[in-house]
């Protein structure tokens, strides 16, 4: 079993800055990627970046350039930095354990609400 909680949302002005953190416990050999998603409501969950344990990452398009996502392997945790923060950035973030043979592990999750 693997433990998700992240931390770090709020309210933030247009145009500005938060970071987010995952941190996990548990069975953390067992994670191979921990990536970020968001959803709004009446959306879809969407991912948003991932990061694997050989350090391969994937941003995705619509967050290219604004946010970054790191690891700190010896506190088991990912990083989300986002910067110039747009107000279609307001959701709530969730972090995701990749596991092989689970179905991964989600984090209760975080809002972060962008007002313009």
């Known amino acids: 079993q693997v433990q998700l909680v992240e931390s770090g949302g709020g309210l933030v002005q247009a145009g500005g800055s938060l970071r987010l953190s995952c941190t996990a416990s548990?069975?953390?050999?067992?994670?191979?990627?921990i990536a970020w998603y968001r959803q709004t409501p009446g959306k879809q969950r969407e991912l948003v970046a991932a990061?694997?344990?050989?350090?391969?990452?994937n941003v995705v398009d619509s967050v290219q350039g604004r946010f970054t996502i790191s690891r700190d392997n010896a506190k088991n945790t990912v990083y989300l930095q986002m910067n110039s923060l747009r107000p279609e950035d307001t959701a709530v973030y969730y972090c995701?354990?990749?596991?092989?043979?689970?179905?991964?592990?989600w984090g209760q999750g975080t809002q972060v609400t962008v007002s313009s």
């Open positions: 548990g069975s953390t050999f067992s994670i191979n990627a």
């Open positions: 990061i694997s344990n050989a350090g391969n990452i």
């Open positions: 995701n354990a990749e596991s092989l043979g689970t179905p991964g592990y």
